[in-house]
């Protein structure tokens, strides 16, 4: 299959949206009332719109798949 995406490309957005954006927000909104970091619930909204976007485009990518020749 071809995919809009480069197959690098689609295995980052896949890594970032699974594990590491979800991870790092977790991180930051349980520490920052701790640390008194601004912006918590900012950053828990960006992240969220971050991550739907990113699964979007990978949704995108995996619906417009195309086969390649000879498949």
């Not at 490309?9 to 590491?20: G, N, R, S």
């Not at 909104?29 to 640390?35: E, G, H, I």
Request: hydrophobic letters at 50%; charged letters at 15%.
């Amino acid at each position: 299959m071809q995919y809009v995406l480069p197959d690098r490309l689609y295995q980052i957005i896949k890594w970032l949206v699974a594990l590491v954006i979800p991870a790092a927000t977790t991180l930051y909104v349980t520490l920052a009332p701790v640390w008194g970091w601004p912006l918590a619930e900012q950053v828990a909204k960006t992240s969220a719109a971050v991550c739907t976007f990113l699964g979007a485009v990978m949704g995108y990518s995996q619906v417009t798949a195309k086969k390649a020749e000879g498949e």
